[in-house]
């Protein structure tokens, strides 16, 4: 493997990596791990197949078996937010366009639409090479991805619509 073409897309993966963990630090860590994994197995990639599609399986690999692995986060809520959080609702005199902002959305979006939601609109990959890298269908990528889109559009308009798994929202 010529290294150049594995450090032309250290760009893009730690991209998605900041995006995808949220911590710049986690990122840069999940990065290591995958290029580490890359030079390691380097012989499984097939010369003249997609080394960006290659990577990034390896990186959502390494991602879904650290969370796998790890207990989940405790979530520390500030205290202007521990109200809304209780009653599950918005302040009603609160300004929500200096409380929300993109990234906070993102990293509350379940991981499986947040991943498809990345890959698409930021390492701006086809639906089939997102069910490549992730080993689903693309009916399943299409459906994480509008699913997300809802979400986060719900999200940044500042709805308080739980998000848990197995509960179906009738409209």
Known sequence: MDARLLAEQIPSLRRYARALTGNAWAADDLVQDTLERACS???LWLVGSDLRAWLFSIMHNIFASQLRRSPPPHRVVPLDEAAQE???????????GTGLDLQRCLMQLPEDQRIVLLLVTLEDFSYAEVAKVLGVPAGTVMSRLSRARIRLRE???GASVPNRPGLRLLK
Do not use: Q, S
């Open 41 to 43: 197995k380097w012989r």
């Open 86 to 96: 209780l009653h599950g609702g918005v302040d009603p005199g609160r300004d929500l």
């Open 155 to 157: 999200l940044m308009d």
